[in-house]
Each structure stands twice: as structure tokens, then as C-alpha cells.
């Protein structure tokens, strides 16, 4: 019973010091990590949308900007690993939509070309038309990502469609 | 042997144990990616070894396992947030990599063979040898597979060590062979390397090869 409890014991400080020693790391870490994620959204948000008008915007799954303009918002689906946050931007006139995968933990080498920081896959299809991404054929061996990535498109379709209306 | 020595040349984790190949093979496709790897390894094996030698006296027995995987994880972890906030050029590049440390059996390896049995200065050396020999590798590996496949050698280490590596590139003036870069190309470097490297340890100490490598020969000198 002594040993059981002295074992417990040692578990307990163990989780505890573990747990403390991330604490202290996520604490002097924090401010530098936000920072990064910004700054690398708002690099994507220019790549998207060609010019750094949106940066200022928070963007979330509500559209930001507006029918002229485009509109720019986020996409979270369930990818093969876990949740793929898409960034996307659409405009109607003259039509564009552009996609780009801002964190996702999808298979090295074959899931993950839907980085564009490692593949060319998705920036290749930044003239693409709706009817051309609805088209969108899946990637082989790749099929819960490429799922993921018509579903993103297709999620952003119908929130553009509700907000400015014209078909899908 | 010392503690170091052996662990970085007789029992060389990478091309001795063939232990970490996953990470080995995946991120050594150029010097950049694996020297982040090199470092975040050596790192994890280093902290996490020097503090299961330090509480090895308390660790129940039938706890071991979880105590070390909780050990290691928290270190991987404190790798990731650093890198995350210290170099994220990199971290988009190897991140995935360096999260799969905490399964690493070269590490949970050293952890149950030897950290968990021996003092903190054996345990720290020894997983310094363990670190830099399978940094090394990773280096080597990298360095092939980069001039081969890209044609260029220490490109963007500046993700790494800053501006002043910017200049440090040298292009060579061949053409690449790109499956150099691909998993495939990595085996196929990867075994070469291998066998050279047998080849000249075996030549220079005189050993006899029998042609097989034992890895699952962990045996410490205790």
C-alpha cells in the first residue's frame, strides 16, 4: 500500500513537472508563435487575393470584403489527419476563385500538395473557374484529402452564393 | 569505448541500428531540413534521457513505458514550440517530423537500454553520442541527396542559422537528378551510403563482416 502510494506520488509530480516545463515554454513562445501565424496568413491572404487590402481583416468563416471586391474566408474540413484549414477567395466579376491550404497535418508526399509552400498543385489552378473546380477531379492515393478540398470548394460556393447571390 | 564513442560509432543509431529511418529518409532532402531534424533529435534524446537518469530511482516498474513516452513527449513538444516561434520557415518544412520524435524508437531505445539504468553524466553522454551520430547521418544523407537531386548545397540555411547564411549556398553546374529527392531516391542513397560506410568501418578495424547486420543487437556496456 506504501509503495502504491509512494508510486502515485512519483506519477503525479512527473505530470506535474511535464506539464509545467510546456506551460513555461507555450508561455515565452506564445507571442513569437501568434505573431508567425499572422504573418504568414497575411502573406497567404496576398498570394490569394493579389494585393494586401484584406490583410487588415480578420478572417474566419464569415466572409470578409464584399461582392465587388471578392470575398475572402475559411474553410475548415476533416482531412485524412485531422482538420484542413483552407483559406479562400472568390470574386464574381470578373470570376475567380483561388484556394490555399493554411494548416493541415496531411501524409508528407502524398496528401500534402494542397501546400503550397511544397507543391504547385493548388497556385496552378488560380484561374480556374467555378465550373472548372467543381470539375475538379480527386488526386490519386490522396482521396480523403482531395475530398476535403472539393468540399472546401464547394462549402465556399454556397456561402458566396447566400451572401451574393447567383447559382452554385 | 567511452559512453560517447560507442554510441556514436559502434552502435550509431542510423547506420548501425537502422533506428529513425522514417525521419531519417523523409527530411534529409537537403542539409537545411536535416540539420533542423539533427538538432530537434539530439535535443529530445539528450534532455529526456538526462531526466530519466535523474528520477530513474523512482520510476515505477510497471509505469516504465508511459513515464518515458511522457518524459519524451514533453520535450518533443517543447522542440515544436520553439522551432514554432523561433524559426517557422522551418517549421513548415519539418514540423511533422519533428512532432513523430516522440515515437522515435532510437530514442524510447536508449531511454529503456540505458538512461533508465545509469547516472545522469553516462546517461548525458551517452545520449550525446546517440544525438550526433544520428545527426551526422542525417548530414551526410542530406548532403548527397541535396547536390545529387537539387544540384545545390547548403540552400536556405538561412531558415535555420539567420541572415548570415544567406551567402553560403554553392551551386554546382550538373544536371540534377531528381529522384534523389523522392523517397525512393532517399533508399536508394541511403543504402549506398550504407554499404560504404561498412565497408570502410569493417576495412579500417579489421573486423569481419559476415554480410548481416544485427539490429537488434542493443547490448550496452554497463
Known sequence: MRDLAKHVLFLVVMGGVCGGLLHFANAITKADIDKNRLLAQHQLVTELVGSDKFTDLVVDSTPAGDCTNGLLLKQIVPGYAGPIEFLIYQRISPEVLRIRAVAHRETPGIGDFIDSRRDDYLPAKDKYTVLEWRALDGVTGATVTSAALRAAVWKALVVVSEKCGGDI | ?222
Open chain 2, 1 to 222: 569505448m567511452s559512453d560517447f564513442s560507442d554510441a556514436f560509432i559502434a552502435r550509431n543509431p542510423a547506420w548501425i541500428q537502422l533506428l529513425g529511418l522514417c525521419p531519417l529518409l523523409a527530411v534529409s532532402n537537403s542539409v537545411a531540413n536535416a540539420l533542423g531534424l539533427a538538432l530537434a533529435s539530439t535535443f529530445v534524446v539528450v534532455g529526456s534521457n538526462v531526466l530519466i537518469a535523474a528520477v530513474r530511482g523512482g520510476i515505477p516498474e510497471f509505469a516504465r513505458l508511459p513515464v518515458f513516452v511522457l518524459i519524451i513527449a514533453t520535450f518533443t513538444t517543447l522542440t515544436t514550440l520553439l522551432l514554432e516561434a523561433y524559426a517557422y520557415e522551418l517549421y513548415l518544412k519539418i514540423a511533422l517530423f519533428v512532432q513523430i520524435i516522440v515515437t522515435n524508437c532510437m530514442i524510447l531505445g536508449r531511454a529503456e537500454a540505458f538512461a533508465s539504468k545509469q547516472p545522469v553524466g553516462r546517461a548525458f553522454m551517452d545520449a550525446l553520442g546517440t544525438g550526433l551520430g544520428f545527426a551526422v547521418a542525417l548530414l551526410i544523407l542530406g548532403a548527397v541527396r541535396e547536390v545529387v537531386g537539387q544540384g545545390t548545397l547548403f540552400a536556405e540555411l538561412d531558415v535555420l542559422l539567420g541572415p548570415v547564411a544567406q551567402n553560403w549556398q554553392f551551386d554546382f553546374a550538373v544536371s540534377p537528378l531528381p529522384i534523389a529527392q523522392y523517397p525512393p531516391g532517399a533508399f536508394i542513397v541511403a543504402g549506398l551510403l550504407l554499404a560504404l560506410g561498412k565497408r570502410l568501418f569493417f576495412r579500417r578495424s579489421g573486423h569481419q563482416d559476415d554480410g548481416t547486420l544485427n539490429i537488434l543487437d542493443t547490448t550496452d556496456s554497463q
